[in-house]
């Protein structure tokens, strides 16, 4: 396919680079820095532009892969003379309805993207929708085309599975955050020796739900491990508060079950 | 070395098959349990007994391995005829003072246990201390037969060591049952997409920092999706409270850092 590509942040080059690997062709990239644009554009071998008015009119598809904050003024600078064109945007909290083109959908790679870390695109799930039947043909034969894993999901499921994903990665990236600062504070153990128990930690999951999978004290409600385990926080009120509510949020899960 | 091992939960279990694979003797299994104490002891082709008062009065080395909350009581019980012995306990959060023995110490090796899921206890950090300077030598050699990476580690910081542990494995498993129960409300995908996000978060630790790392609405501060995504937990408001304290962590903690 020929693709236009609307954007250069870390997943429009993750993702572009996917779709040139796949052996489409990137007819255009855009981003409104010229450095961003032109350092993608000789990634993907293709011709660039920082300027809005200067995007192709005509493409098979049309990827806007922006920040969620200016997409709406984005796909609006671009209505005008691309009425026809095929536009999907890649946001995973945000209505395909921000679109203001009648052939409109999403394409949602749920991964976290880093510039400087290669992905491999074939194990990252996309779900995927569009306004019409015969464009979610083509979107999904091209999600195919970079990945294993392809589902249909509307905007409203979507954004429940994007807030999942905020959970699953960056609020447990701050749970790694916070142990990584009570190392650094106390003994001056490297973080290194987290590493196994976090890899044991995501193995259990291969096997278990995460719920069967809780150990530690407050599952056991181990009041005197907890109480001392606040002690050892006193003076970190953020944290401390972060303890006492994930610990009673592990309790409560675990009495609704029973 | 010859062994006694009291305990036979997830730990003893995992520590006992360790210590037997890495040769050592274990002279004697102790369980509270008759079956318990019965099952470890065929699998440490070792004898058994449920009875404190028949625990052996001479070993190398007694393994307390017991839930934090009975170890004093365990350790008092078997003062007794024992004066003169080396005694350890494997609870991180516990005082090597709990043991009301000369030659104590703490062999503390940091897992997340699972009776049903083997251990390479090789990769696993073991933190160990000792109330004297030979027992050290003794409990550093036995630690080293089972794993690469064996610290020293005083019971002040090995509090703040287990602390971050619960944080970096109960507290990050606890956003992915959080996760977990959001896909299971609303569009029934299943867990199983979240694992190349789950194991790419992990993955960067070994490259980035877990605060270089951090990515999503909240180290942006991007108020529109987090205002929505709020939204969405209306009616939930355990997870809700969560959803605002760890973006609020997240920002203080970039604020902090500036």
Sequence with gaps: MEIVLIGAGNLATNLGKALFQSGHVI?????????????????????????????????DLFIIAVKDSVLPSVASALKEGREQQFFVHTAGSISMDVLPFERRGVLYPMQTFTKERKVDFSVIPFFIETSGKSDYGILHRLSLTMSDTVYELNTADRQYLHLAAVFCNNFANHCYNMGAQ?????????????????????????????????????????????????????GQNDMKNIYQMMSQGIRDYQNKKE
């Design 182 to 234: 009570l190392l650094k504070q106390h003994g001056d153990i490297p973080f290194a020796v987290m590493m196994p128990l976090i890899e044991e930690t995501v193995a259990k999951l291969y096997q278990f739900t995460p719920a069967e999978a809780q150990t530690g004290p407050a599952v056991r409600w181990d009041t005197n491990v907890m109480d001392r385990q606040m002690d050892l926080l006193s």
């Design 27 to 59: 007819k255009q990239v855009y981003s409104h820095t010229e450095d961003s644009a032109s350092a993608l554009g000789s990634k993907l071998n293709s011709p660039y532009t920082a300027d809005l008015t200067q995007v192709e009119k005509k493409a």
